[in-house]
C-alpha cells in the first residue's frame, strides 16, 4: 500500500465509522469594521499601526506621490542617493517613480540585493494592524523585490485601506503568492525584546495618499 | 507497535530511534538539574514575564476574542472529523498549481524523502526556516548524515546550532539563554565575527544578518514547514518576523514544506481567524511582521520546483483518542507555555521533546505512546492557565488528566500511589474509618514540630511526594470537627 492510501486509511480508522458531523462554525465574530475602505478614520488607525512598529508614513494628495516617494527615499537612504541604487516594480505608475531609478525586469532574483531601496505599490492594507499586503501583480513586484533591497518604500492609496484582517482578506487572491507586511523584519529572539532589522528591509517607509 | 496505544489499538506512533520527541530521562529527574541551574531560571522569569504581559495587552483590545477563541477551536474541530477529505483536496489544489505532493507515515519516511529530493537538485546546501515539524522527525540530522550542510536561519534556530544546544521553546527557541551567553557563542563560533561585538541585541541581531546574508543568496534548496495549508486553494501560509523565511520560500530554486497532517484547514477564508488568533497569542503583537502565503508555483517569481510533504508520525494515533485528539488543534503559538508556571522553573529541555510546556505535556505523550513519555502528563499542576490562553481553546488539563488515567490503567503492577489510593477509597467509603484516619493524621503534627509544611525527611514511599512538594502539616481539628464545634450537628 502506498503511504497515501496508509495514512488516508489510518484517518478514516481513527475517526471510525460513524464519525460526528462537525456543527456549523459560527462566525460571530467581527467580520468588517464598520467604516469603509478609505475612511479617514481607518487612516489615522493605519498610520497610528504602522509608525508603533517603528516604520515612517508620509502622507500625501494624489498629485503629490512622486515627490513624496523622493522624499521617502531621502529619509531612508539619506540625502544625495543616487537614482539607479533605487530599484522599483515593472507596474509603478511612471509619475510615482524618481526619474533614472532602475525597473526590475527578469534578471536572476539575488542581483536586486545591490539596489539600496525598492518602491512598490500595495494590494491592500489592514488599518487595525498595521499590515501592508503585496500580491505580486505588476505594481508590487515580486517577493524578491520587497525582500533584498534594504529599505522599502510602500505606496498605499486611500481606497485600498480596509479596517480589519477578514475584509482584507476577502479582497485577496489566493492563488498570488502574497506577502503581509507588518513593519520591518524584526526578531524578538534575544531576551524577547523586539529589535528591529534582521534579514528583511531594515527601514520600511509608507507613502499614504489621502 | 507499541504495548499501550491511546484510543484504537492499531495505529502507529512515531517510530522510536528517530528524532526528538522522547527525553533521555524521566521529567522529574530532568527537572531536578534544570531547577539547579540558575541563571537559567531569571532568563525565563525576565523572559516569559515579558511576553505575557504584551500579550495580555492586544489580545484585550479585540472586542470579539472570545468568538475569534471559539471560532477557532470550532474550525479545528470540523477540520478534524473531515481530515481525509480536506488533506485529498490539498493534494489536488497544489499539484493542480504546480506543486507535487508526498505522504510520509513517520518521520524515516519524511526524512528519506526530503533528502532525496535534496540530493535530486544536485545542491549540497540547504537553508532551514524554523519547522518543529522538522525538529520533531530529526531532518537536520539525517541531512547531514547523507552529506549536506544544514543552515537554521531563524536567529534562535542559528543561536541553538551554534551553540550545539537544544530548542527549548516552540517560538523562541533560545528563550534559556541570556544576550551574555549569546554573545559568547556566536564570538566563539561566527567566523570573522567583529571581536569588539557587545552584548546588545540588536548587534547580535546584525552579526547574524552578516552571517547568513551570503548563504542566502547562493542557496538553491531551502526547507521549510507551515503554520497552515488552506485545502481549497492548495495556498500554503507561513508566518514569521525576521524575514529569514522570506529569503527561504523566494529565492532559491527548490522549496520543500514538512507539513504535519493537521496542519490543514478547509477555506482561505479560515485564515481571516487564525491569522488574528496566532500573532497576538504567541508574540503579543498585532501582526507579526511577515506572513507568506503561495500556490504552488508562480512563473518569475519564487521557486519553480515546489514539494509539499504530508506528515503523519502519530498524529493518526492521536486523532483516534476521542478526548486527546484536541491537541491536534494546536496552532503552535507558545502561550501556554508563557504562562505555566512548571514550565517558569523547569525550561523547555525537562521535557525532553521539542514539544515542551503544556501542549507537549500532552503532545507528546500522545505521538510517541504514553508509555515512552510516561512523566509527561505529571509535569503540571492542573492550574488551567494554559487552558484560558490558548487561542484554539485546548482543554489542556483535562487531556492531561486522561492521559494520567490511561497511564495508570497501563500499570499491571501495585505502585505505591495505587496503594495509597485504594487505601484512601477504602477509608472514605466508611465514615467511621474515615474519621479515624483523619485524627491519626494528625500524628504528622509531631513532625512538622510547629512549621507549617512537613520535613522532607519522609521515609519512602512518602519522600517521593515531599521531595518536590511541600506537604502541608495537617490541622489541629478536622473541618467535620471545627463543622460540629461551630454550627452543631
Ligand atoms: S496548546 Fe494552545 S496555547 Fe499552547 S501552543 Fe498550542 S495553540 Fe498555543
Not at chain 1, 539575488?110 to 525598492?118: C, D, G, I, K, T
Not at chain 1, 500580491?135 to 486611500?158: E, N, Q, T
Not at chain 2, 518543529?132 to 530529526?138: K, L, N, S
Not at chain 2, 487552558?387 to 500499570?411: N, S
Request: one cysteine or more; a negative charge.
Amino acid at each position: 500500500m502506498s503511504a497515501r492510501e496508509d495514512v488516508l486509511g489510518r484517518i478514516r480508522q481513527a475517526l471510525g465509522p460513524d464519525r460526528t458531523t462537525p456543527a456549523e462554525v459560527v462566525r460571530d465574530y467581527r467580520l468588517t469594521d464598520g467604516r469603509p475602505p478609505g475612511d479617514p478614520a481607518l487612516l489615522d488607525l493605519l498610520v497610528d499601526r504602522v509608525e508603533d512598529y517603528r516604520a515612517t508614513v508620509l502622507r500625501c494628495a494624489p498629485e503629490e506621490i512622486g515627490a513624496t516617494v523622493a522624499a521617502a527615499l531621502d529619509q531612508g537612504l539619506g540625502a544625495g542617493w543616487a537614482t539607479r541604487d533605487v530599484v522599483v516594480a515593472p507596474g509603478l505608475p511612471a509619475e510615482w517613480r524618481p526619474t533614472g531609478s532602475d525597473v526590475d525586469d527578469d534578471r536572476p532574483p539575488v542581483q536586486l540585493a545591490a539596489r539600496s531601496a525598492a518602491v512598490t505599490a500595495v494590494a491592500v492594507a489592514i488599518a487595525e494592524t498595521g499590515t501592508l499586503v503585496l500580491d505580486g501583480s505588476p505594481a508590487c513586484g515580486r517577493r524578491a523585490l520587497s525582500l533584498l533591497p534594504d529599505c522599502l518604500v510602500c505606496v498605499v492609496l486611500a481606497d485600498q485601506v480596509a479596517g480589519s484582517v477578514p475584509e482584507a482578506l476577502a479582497r485577496l487572491d489566493p492563488l498570488r503568492p502574497l506577502t503581509m507586511v507588518s513593519g520591518p523584519s524584526a526578531t524578538s529572539d534575544i531576551e524577547l525584546q523586539r529589535v528591529e532589522g534582521v534579514h528583511g528591509p531594515r527601514t520600511l517607509l509608507v507613502v499614504l495618499v489621502g | 507497535m507499541t504495548a499501550v496505544d491511546l484510543g484504537m489499538p492499531g495505529l502507529p506512533t512515531a517510530p522510536r530511534g528517530v528524532g526528538h520527541l522522547r527525553g533521555d530521562e524521566p521529567f522529574p529527574d530532568a527537572a531536578r538539574t534544570a531547577l539547579r541551574n540558575g541563571q537559567q531560571r531569571a532568563n525565563l522569569g525576565h523572559a516569559t514575564t515579558t511576553i505575557r504581559n504584551k500579550r495580555a495587552r492586544v489580545v484585550a483590545e479585540l472586542p470579539d476574542w472570545a468568538q475569534l477563541r471559539e471560532a477557532g477551536r470550532a474550525l479545528k474541530a470540523a477540520t478534524m472529523a473531515r481530515l481525509d477529505d480536506h488533506l485529498e483536496e490539498l493534494e489536488r489544489q497544489v499539484t493542480a498549481h504546480g506543486g507535487t505532493v508526498h505522504w510520509a507515515r513517520d518521520a524515516n519516511e519524511a526524512n528519506e524523502i526530503v533528502t532525496r529530493l535534496v540530493q535530486a537538485t544536485g545542491a549540497t546546501e540547504v537553508v532551514k526556516v524554523k519547522s518543529m515539524a522538522t525538529q520533531e522527525i530529526g531532518l537536520n540530522e539525517a541531512l547531514e548524515a547523507a552529506g549536506l550542510d544544514v543552515f537554521e536561519t531563524d536567529l534562535a534556530e542559528l543561536i541553538v546550532q551554534l551553540g550545539e544546544d537544544k530548542p527549548s521553546h516552540i517560538l523562541v527557541p533560545a528563550i534559556h539563554k541570556n544576550r551574555a551567553e549569546i554573545r559568547e557563542i556566536f564570538a566563539r563560533t561566527i567566523p570573522g565575527v567583529d571581536p569588539g561585538l557587545t552584548d546588545d541585541p540588536r548587534q547580535l541581531a546584525m552579526a547574524a544578518r552578516a552571517h547568513l546574508r551570503e548563504r542566502f543568496l547562493r542557496a538553491r534548496v531551502a526547507v521549510s514547514g507551515a503554520n497552515f495549508g488552506v485545502a481549497e486553494t492548495g495556498t500554503l501560509c507561513v508566518v514569521e518576523s525576521e524575514g529569514n523565511g522570506r529569503m527561504c520560500l523566494t529565492l532559491p530554486d527548490t522549496l520543500i514544506t514538512v507539513m504535519g497532517i493537521e496542519k490543514v484547514v478547509p477555506t482561505w477564508r479560515d485564515l481571516e481567524v487564525f491569522l488574528q488568533l496566532l500573532p497576538r497569542s504567541s508574540t503579543g503583537e498585532r501582526m507579526n511582521p511577515y506572513t507568506s502565503t503561495w500556490a504552488g508555483v508562480t512563473p518569475g517569481d519564487g521557486p519553480q520546483e515546489f514539494h509539499l510533504v504530508l506528515l503523519d508520525n502519530g498524529r493518526t494515533a492521536v486523532l483516534a483518542d476521542e478526548v486527546g485528539r484536541e491537541a491536534l488543534h494546536c496552532i503552535r503559538c507558545s502561550a501556554c507555555l508563557n504562562v505555566c508556571p512548571v514550565y517558569e522553573r523547569t525550561g523547555g529541555h525537562a521535557y525532553g521533546s521539542v514539544y515542551p510546556g503544556p501542549i507537549g505535556a500532552i503532545l507528546s505523550p500522545q505521538l510517541t505512546g504514553v508509555e515512552d513519555n510516561a512523566s509527561l502528563p505529571y509535569a503540571s499542576s492542573l492550574c488551567g492557565a494554559c487552558y484560558d490562553v490558548c487561542p484554539v481553546a485546548i482543554d489542556i488539563p483535562k487531556i492531561l488528566v486522561h492521559l494520567r488515567g490511561e497511564h495508570v490503567e497501563a500499570q499491571t503492577r501495585l505502585t505505591p500511589e495505587a496503594a495509597a489510593f485504594r487505601a484512601l477509597s477504602a477509608a472514605m467509603s466508611r465514615p467511621w474509618l474515615w474519621h479515624l484516619t483523619q485524627r491519626a493524621s494528625r500524628l504528622g503534627r509531631l513532625l512538622a514540630r510547629g512549621k507549617p509544611t512537613l520535613p522532607r525527611v519522609l521515609p519512602p514511599p512518602a519522600s517521593g511526594w515531599t521531595r518536590s512538594r511541600d506537604l502541608p502539616t495537617p490541622p489541629t481539628s478536622t473541618f467535620v470537627e471545627s463543622w460540629t464545634r461551630e454550627h452543631g450537628r
